[in-house]
Nanobody, 124 residues
Framework: VQLQASGGGLVQAGDSLRLSCAASGGAFSTYTMAWFRQAPGKEREFVAAIRSSGGITYYADSVKSRFVVSRDNPKNTVYLQMNTLKPEDTAVYLC??????????????????WGQGTLVTVSS
């Protein structure tokens, strides 16, 4: 599965941004899709995930109530709607695909395929 993330950019605090991740070359609808982010000098951290059917979602506490993850299986695309952005949201955002068990949803090692990332910069 190849993943291509897009939609990053430079925004101001309080703005919104929507990231997209287009998948090709695999059975997209069978994978749990996730977003992770990595800020300069920091470890990669989980942001959000959505199960294959789209009915179950997971969020990091830091983005809960501000970010929404969704997917369009016929379009092989997963989205991350980011609202009320904060400077601490600045990072490279990466999408990933895998089939993790519940206890591994937040773990980057549970995902098989990764996109190249898209940079989000939030100015104060």
């Amino acid at each position: 599965v190849q993943l291509q993330a897009s939609g990053g950019g430079l925004v101001q605090a309080g703005d919104s941004l929507r990231l997209s991740c287009a998948a090709s070359g695999g059975a997209f609808s069978t994978y749990t899709m996730a977003w992770f982010r990595q800020a300069p000098g920091k470890e990669r951290e989980f942001v959000a995930a959505i199960r294959s059917s789209g009915g179950i979602t997971y969020y990091a506490d830091s983005v809960k109530s501000r970010f929404v993850v969704s997917r369009d299986n016929p379009k092989n695309t997963v989205y991350l709607q980011m609202n009320t952005l904060k400077p601490e949201d600045t990072a490279v955002y990466l999408c990933a695909a895998g089939k993790p068990i519940v206890s591994s949803i937040l773990s980057s090692s549970a995902y098989y395929y990764w996109g190249q990332g898209t940079l989000v910069t939030v100015s104060s």
